[in-house]
């Protein structure tokens, strides 16, 4: 069974450019959550999407952005970015159903993001 | 909104040694307590969870335990063997408004696991 793919793995992009992250989630899987990882604070919650709807958002401003198709694959966008978005994305899967509580998450490798 | 802490940030031990990683948590309706363990260039990969009607729960080496009343939670790992040299991560699991569970992390402890 495939784990979770994220795409690209790496990229480098420059300050005020705009970049697009994929995310294909475990076959089955219909909820996907994405993270930021950063050295200084962990993992943070970005947003998650259910049934190609956002659920969830943390606390990250408007230039962050996601999106779910139907085959439950998602992407991420972040415009105009700042030296400060340098990070590991990170994409996890989950089996669960909406109010379900069963929020086992399978992560992928991550898309390391650097901004110059 | 819910925080955990975890502690300490690193740790070293030698191999064969027991190390535990300990966390705490703020909002008392969380009821799901997983532990991912993250290896240098990968994601972070659950090695085990921990619901909130349960206080302790092993698998071979690992086991980690649960106090609702102090709000804190542990993992414990027995005879440590290089290849447990990681970032473990702690998250606290609750449900939000809107019905979902949303999971928050800890910052993550460094194990380096010396032979």
Same mark, same amino acid.
């Given at each position: 069974?495939?784990?979770?793919?994220?795409? #690209?793995?790496?990229?480098?992009?420059?300050?005020?450019?705009?970049?697009?992250?994929?995310?294909? #989630?475990? $076959?089955?899987?219909?909820?996907? $959550?994405?993270?930021? !990882?950063? #050295?200084?604070?962990?993992? !943070?919650?970005?947003?998650?999407?259910?049934?190609?709807?956002?659920?969830?958002?943390?606390?990250?401003?408007?230039?962050? $952005?996601?999106?779910?198709?139907?085959?439950?694959?998602?992407?991420?966008?972040?415009?105009?970015?700042?030296?400060?978005?340098?990070?590991?994305?990170?994409?996890?899967?989950? #089996?669960?159903?909406?109010?379900?509580?069963?929020?086992?998450?399978?992560?992928?490798?991550?898309?390391?993001?650097?901004?110059? | 909104? =819910?925080?955990? =802490?975890?502690?300490?940030?690193?740790?070293?031990?030698?191999?064969?040694?027991?190390?535990?990683?300990?966390?705490?948590?703020?909002?008392?309706?969380?009821?799901? +307590?997983?532990?991912?363990?993250?290896?240098?260039?990968?994601?972070?990969?659950?090695?085990?969870?921990?619901?909130?009607?349960?206080? =302790?729960?092993?698998?071979?080496?690992?086991?980690?335990?649960?106090?609702?009343?102090?709000?804190?939670?542990?993992?414990?790992?027995?005879?440590?063997?290089?290849?447990?040299?990681?970032?473990? +991560?702690?998250?606290?699991? +609750?449900?939000?408004?809107?019905?979902?569970?949303?999971?928050? +992390?800890?910052?993550?402890?460094?194990?380096?696991?010396?032979?």
């Amino acid at each position: 069974k495939a784990g979770v793919t994220q795409t #690209p793995r790496y990229l480098i992009k420059t300050r005020g450019q705009q970049v697009t992250l994929s995310c294909s #989630p475990i $076959s089955g899987h219909r909820s996907v $959550s994405w993270y930021q !990882q950063t #050295p200084g604070q962990g993992l !943070q919650f970005l947003f998650e999407y259910f049934s190609e709807t956002q659920r969830n958002k943390g606390n990250f401003p408007g230039r962050f $952005s996601g999106r779910q198709f139907s085959n439950s694959r998602s992407e991420m966008n972040v415009s105009t970015l700042e030296l400060g978005d340098s990070a590991l994305y990170l994409c996890a899967s989950s #089996p669960k159903s909406y109010n379900s509580g069963a929020n086992v998450l399978t992560f992928g490798a991550g898309s390391r993001l650097t901004v110059l | 909104g =819910e925080n955990v =802490e975890q502690h300490p940030s690193t740790l070293s031990v030698q191999e064969g040694d027991s190390a535990v990683i300990k966390c705490t948590y703020s909002d008392s309706a969380s009821n799901y +307590f997983p532990w991912y363990k993250q290896e240098l260039g990968k994601g972070p990969q659950l090695i085990i969870d921990i619901r909130s009607n349960v206080g =302790e729960k092993k698998d071979q080496r690992i086991a980690v335990t649960l106090n609702k009343t102090a709000k804190h939670f542990s993992l414990h790992i027995t005879e440590t063997q290089p290849e447990d040299s990681a970032v473990y +991560f702690c998250a606290a699991g +609750f449900i939000t408004q809107g019905g979902s569970e949303k999971l928050v +992390f800890g910052k993550g402890m460094k194990l380096t696991v010396n032979p």
